[in-house]
């Protein structure tokens, strides 16, 4: 089954592929204007999950390497709802995570920076929305880390997600940040967003979720881009 | 009926520089599943399959270490999905093993291309056409959309049992990028 999906990227919300002011966009950014193909030919059917079976830790960070104790940091819960533009939840979707530990360090093998790795984080994790579009993981919150787009440029602490929602057109590869942090208007890859669409990236503290002695709560929302109200039955 | 949109997309944000521990684990060396890698034809049983391999260029014409390229293909019968990352291979070439799809009412067989990279705030998508579907390429409406010159971009060269298909991010040879 393909379907064909209606909506755009907004762009209202969505950042530009260049913006000189994050560095990296001038070389790889797409300068030619982009093709619309032909409606009538797309098929956008994506990768379904229904019967993906996720590893038994994979939805939580804090306990998914560890070697020879806890991880160091600050445990917190994020959890949410994944929906399209219309506000039909979006079952049965995969969720990638990755992030920096506590002290802003990534394990990536070329991240540099002079922060501690944490023999007991990772830092990658995968979940699943549920029947009616909810996912939960826990981790611990990242730190913020140092970059070389301009001098004393910071990142601030952010969560990278990864997601599906059922068609290419819905693929997503976003960061949710933290309320309040100082380091958003310093941060041109935040304030690519066009200021509508910044606080959409912006998890909120939720102490529904807060579980005591244990964990803070954040929520972060997700809007897929189209229209479709089920994802497919196939894969 | 039409039905207009009652929330905001979430805005994209780049992939970066560090996403391949979560995203492409295994092909890089970390210890965490992946779920998903170059090879789209794992549990299929007498099919012929395909190579394609390609390298990512930025506008300095250098190849780009780290992109990530996902691959996806319907023609009704396979419905086949890989993911792979520019950092391992020499070269930074990408590879995938996959089956060439069949034409789909007359269109011309393709694979969508999904594009991340650090420098990039949203993905790109293009597609991969094949050099030796001559005829049906020809005829393709997609294709006919390209700008005449333009349209090589998007048509993977045969050079002995693989097929190559490098992207131009920018220059002269700039690979034609879809509007999804």
Request: glycine share 8%.
């Given at each position: ?110 991240d540099?920076?002079?922060?501690p790795?944490?023999p ?5 994790g ?110 | ?5 009652v ?13 391949a ?20 034809v ?118 002995g049992d ?19």
């Open positions: 089954m393909s379907i064909t999906t209606e909506s755009k990227f907004d762009i209202e919300v969505q950042p530009p592929y260049l913006d000189e002011a994050y560095k990296s966009t001038i070389l790889r950014a797409p300068l030619q204007p982009l093709v619309v193909p032909k409606k009538k030919d797309i098929t956008l059917s994506g990768p379904l999950f229904k019967d993906f079976k996720l590893g038994a830790l994979d939805h939580d960070l804090t306990k998914n390497s560890i070697k020879d104790g806890e991880p160091i940091g600050e445990r917190i819960v994020v959890h949410g709802k994944v929906t399209n533009e219309y506000g039909h939840p979006l079952p049965h979707t995969l969720i990638e995570l990755w992030q920096a530990n506590s002290a802003g360090r990534y394990v990536h093998k070329v540099q920076h002079d922060a790795l944490d007991n984080f990772l830092g990658t995968r979940c699943m929305t549920d029947a009616h579009g909810y996912y939960k993981f826990y981790t611990i919150k990242p730190g913020a880390y140092p970059w070389g787009n301009h001098p004393n440029a910071w990142r601030p602490n952010h969560i990278h997600f990864s997601l599906f929602g059922g068609d290419i057109a819905s693929r997503l590869i976003t960061q949710m940040y933290f309320p309040g942090d100082p380091l958003f208007e310093h941060d041109p890859i935040f304030k690519a967003v066009p200021p509508k669409g910044r606080e959409l990236l912006v998890s909120a503290f939720d102490l529904s979720v807060t579980e005591a002695n244990f964990a803070l709560g954040y929520r972060f929302d997700i809007v897929l881009r189209g229209k479709n109200a089920t994802p497919f039955e196939n894969l | 009926m039409k039905t207009s949109a929330k905001k997309q979430t805005p994209s944000q780049t992939i970066g520089p560090y996403f521990y979560g995203l492409t684990p295994q092909q890089y060396g970390y210890d965490f599943d992946s779920w998903v890698d170059h090879d789209m794992k549990g299929l049983n007498n099919v012929e399959t395909i190579t394609i391999t390609g390298t990512v260029y930025d506008g300095n014409a250098q190849p780009v270490d780290d992109a990530m390229i996902e691959l996806w293909q319907d023609d009704g019968v396979h419905k086949l999905f890989g993911r792979y990352g520019s950092g391992t291979d020499e070269g930074n070439t990408f590879t995938f093993k996959t089956i060439k799809p069949k034409s789909v009412n007359g269109q011309a067989p393709f694979i969508h291309v999904i594009l991340f990279m650090r420098g990039q705030l949203l993905h790109s998508y293009t597609r991969i056409y094949f050099a030796d579907e001559q005829q049906l390429n020809e005829t393709d409406a997609n294709l006919n959309a390209v700008d005449t010159d333009r349209k090589h971009t998007l048509v993977a060269e045969k050079k693989s097929y190559v298909f490098n992207i131009y991010m920018q220059g002269r040879n700039e690979t034609v990028f879809f509007e999804i």
